[in-house]
């Protein structure tokens, strides 16, 4: 009699494994990543979170192929596998979810998060293999920097980019070594044709011939970057910045933003910034932006100048318009130096902004003519300086 052949079981699945995170970290930390992740990308993973474990931590992962932030916050246990769902939803769910814990586990190809009070949500997972593979390619050249300092170097800086398309390359912030009094510094530098604004920050010495010929960080990058710095803790005092020949990459405690450079050349700077000038007119810069704001009432949408009508006596901001008339405000505690008086235009809303990031110390404004560039300066601050085209009046 033939024996029955013995069925060979089925090998058993992996014991479902969780990983339990703190609420709120989840939700702070998928608000970062997730803002890096397109919302209709023709792409379909582009729009996926990669969730990652290992070492008690838990790894959040979101790129638009040009960028890329890789975040990490405290976890106990780990996941069966890496996983990719949709970033924007797993967002919202952190957001709502009852309680100040969540578990994450794997399911029969869905993520399930429970809340603390039993509360599930079975989100469908995308295929771990089609998340881009970006290489980050080994650096040129990597420094470290106060963050304070960078964060406030960029806040200055920032205002200056151009938002025109047709010159693609001043859609950013330049930023190159250069020798300083003390060492090396870190020039950063952006301008829209109207403006530049350029500012450093002291470095340690470093190969300065291995940085790239032209290194333009791109606006996004530079917003997240700026949003990065001011919300890391007090217990982060420095950053790290990397610069390869087309990527760099920062890294702000336990956040890594990487991005590719934008592919163009920056104009040569330095010959716009003037040397010498003999006209100089001191001022509080909280006072000539009071000036200003006192005057704009009468400005029109087709009227954007305020005329500076600079003397030894008295000094005063105007504006002129058809439709609405003139205005004529005093400047207290002004000083000009080294003529009788001049009249000079600037674009309202361009010099405003300038002479906010001086705060309330007293700022320089120097000049050669009615007819050519201003260049402000503030002596509490000492790395910045901007230029400034005039307007006809």
């Known amino acids: 009699m033939a024996r029955t052949a013995a069925k060979k079981s089925a090998p ?94 794997l399911d029969d190809g869905k993520l399930v998060i429970t809340a603390r009070n039993g509360g599930k949500r079975r989100l469908w997972t995308m295929p ?3 998340f881009p593979d970006i290489s980050l390619a080994t650096p040129d050249n990597a420094v470290t920097m106060p963050r304070d300092l960078l964060a406030k170097a960029l806040g200055n800086v920032a205002p200056a980019q151009s ?68 919300a890391a803790g007090e217990d982060v005092t420095d950053i790290g910045m990397e610069i390869s020949a087309r990527h760099c990459r920062f890294t702000v405690g336990d956040v890594t933003l990487w991005s590719r450079l934008i592919d163009g050349t920056f104009p040569d700077y330095r010959r ?42 008295t000094s005063s901001v105007c504006i002129t318009t058809a439709e609405g008339g003139e205005a004529i405000e005093p400047i207290d505690d002004a000083q000009l130096r080294m003529a009788d008086e001049i009249a000079i235009g600037f674009n309202a809303r361009l010099l405003k902004s300038a002479l906010q990031l001086f705060g309330g110390e007293r700022a320089t404004i120097e000049l050669s003519d009615a007819g050519s560039q201003a260049r402000l300066s503030c002596p509490a601050h000492p790395g910045l300086t901007i230029i400034l085209m005039p307007m006809r009046i």
């Open 128 to 130: 771990v293999e089609d």
């Open 272 to 313: 716009i910034v003037p040397g010498s000038l003999p006209i100089q007119f001191e001022c509080p810069a909280a006072e000539l932006v009071r000036a200003i704001a006192a005057v704009e009432p009468v400005a029109t949408e087709k009227t954007r100048a305020v005329r500076l009508q600079l003397g030894t006596a």
């Open 163 to 230: 938002a025109e398309e047709t010159r693609y390359y001043l859609n950013g912030i330049h930023i190159h070594p250069e020798p300083g009094q003390g060492g090396q510094d870190l020039r950063l530098v952006a301008t829209d044709g109207s403006r530049l604004h350029l500012d450093r920050v002291e470095l340690a010495e470093f190969d300065d011939e291995a940085w790239p010929d032209s290194a333009i960080l791109p606006t996004r990058v530079i917003t997240t970057l700026i949003g990065l710095l001011k």
């Open 12 to 105: 058993e699945a992996p014991p479902i494994t969780t990983a339990t995170v703190k609420r709120h970290d989840l939700a702070d930390a998928l608000s970062l990543v997730a803002s890096v992740a397109p919302r209709r990308a023709t792409i379909p993973v582009l729009e996926g979170v990669l969730i990652e474990t290992g070492n008690a931590r838990l790894r959040l992962t979101c790129t638009d192929l040009d960028t890329r932030i890789t975040t990490a916050i405290d976890c106990d246990g780990v996941l069966n596998a890496p996983v990719i769902v949709s970033a924007a939803m797993l967002r919202d769910v952190a957001k709502t979810l009852a309680g100040d814990q969540a578990s994450l586990a």
